[in-house]
């Protein structure tokens, strides 16, 4: 009997490493609505190819840097994702993601600060997707106090990982910084950012890195959720009202995104998309709102910090769940995560920032 015992034993701890081992590599959170087979996410590619390849032709004026995602279905958002990701090879992206309402009520509403993780990689399509060295760096550098780090919250959030089949698809090396923002004020967001962007700042300069080459940021973002089912119908529910809220949407898009970024500019984002009380008109409600205002201030104090010009950008393309319809594309495993109607729509939306 001791014997067994004895063979047993270093089977049970070998098991266990194993075990303990491959919950450093973050699951996958959403295995409907977006691409997680190598075939697949190849044949979805080669759809697109074929049948948008011809718009979106023109060229970006600068050195393009930075850029701004959709994390809808593949089904929907697909020609949305699809010009911006075709532009990027860069060998690592810091990704700013959302805190949606499900990681908020499991996490009992974290705000103030930004959310880490400690897996050691995340699934990709192609193969697990590493972690770029300048996550320890920023939970090393930054003030604790502005920072959290949970697995937990990583685990359940689905606005990062939605990025992750295009951009390894066309580097199948890629390595990530997956940073979720949380609900704070303008004030601690410009705190924040410029810190973050002293930090990134000397990660380039210490590993020699080239901004948009070597290193390359993404916001994700959907925009305008609406219908009962969000709590957001102030303008109806039918064909009339999605013309009025698709409108609006895409007029705050373009203001927002196109021409040259300033603090300024992105302060006056924040009254068209944030939560405010002494507003009279009505707020979209874009789950991406914290992200985008903490990835633009970050991204446009980089450029300065660095001297390098000044950040532009430009809106891609504009779109929502009803006009987009689904693609219909056989023989993948995707399917569409809630249906639409004119009472249930989300818009979306790509952009890129670049340096003159």
């Known amino acids: 009997m001791k014997t067994k015992y004895l063979i047993l034993f270093p089977i049970f701890f070998i098991l266990s490493f194993m075990n303990t081992f491959s919950q450093t590599i973050r699951p996958i959170r959403d295995n409907v609505g977006f691409c997680w087979k190598p075939d697949e996410m190849t044949k979805f590619v080669n759809y697109m190819?074929?049948?948008?390849?011809?718009e979106f032709k023109d060229s970006?004026?600068?050195k393009l840097i930075a850029g701004i995602s959709p994390h809808d279905d593949y089904l929907y958002a697909g020609r949305i994702y699809y010009p911006l990701y075709k532009l990027i090879r860069?060998?690592?992206v810091v990704i700013f993601g959302v805190t949606h309402g499900t990681v908020r009520n499991a996490m009992n509403d974290p705000k103030n600060v930004l959310?880490?993780?400690d897996f050691s990689k995340w699934h990709g399509p192609f193969k697990d997707v590493q972690i770029s060295p300048l996550r320890e760096k920023l939970k090393l550098e930054l003030d604790p106090d502005d920072y959290m780090v949970s697995d937990k919250a990583q685990m359940i959030e689905h606005s990062i990982e939605a990025l992750i089949p295009f951009l390894q698809y066309y580097n199948r090396d890629v390595e990530i910084t997956p940073i979720m923002v949380t609900a704070m004020s303008y004030e601690k967001m410009e705190k924040i950012s410029d810190k973050l962007a002293d930090i990134i700042i000397d990660y380039i300069k210490i590993n020699k890195l080239e901004l948009g080459k070597d290193i390359f940021f993404l916001i994700s973002t959907d925009a305008n959720h609406y219908g009962k089912d969000f709590e957001n119908a102030p303008f109806g529910e039918d064909q009339r009202?999605?013309?009025i809220a698709t409108e609006r949407d895409e007029k705050i898009a373009k203001e927002a995104f196109n021409g040259e970024i300033s603090k300024q500019k992105v302060f006056q984002l924040t009254k068209?998309?944030?939560?405010n009380e002494k507003s009279t008109k009505p707020i979209p409600i874009w789950c991406g709102r914290y992200p985008i205002v903490m990835g633009l201030l970050t991204i446009n104090n980089l450029v300065q910090k660095l001297d390098i010009g000044?950040?532009?950008?430009?809106?891609?393309?504009?779109?929502?769940?009803?006009?987009e319809g689904v693609i219909p594309i056989k023989g993948t495993g995707m399917g569409t995560t809630a249906p639409f109607s004119y009472k249930h729509w989300v818009g979306f939306f790509s952009s890129v920032f670049f340096v003159k």
């Open 241 to 243: 009202a999605h013309e």
């Open 60 to 62: 970006i004026p600068g």
């Open 310 to 323: 000044n950040l532009y950008g430009k809106l891609l393309i504009y779109s929502d769940t009803v006009t």
């Open 115 to 117: 959310i880490f993780d």
């Open 272 to 275: 068209e998309i944030w939560p």
């Open 49 to 54: 190819d074929k049948h948008f390849s011809d």
């Open 90 to 92: 860069a060998k690592e």
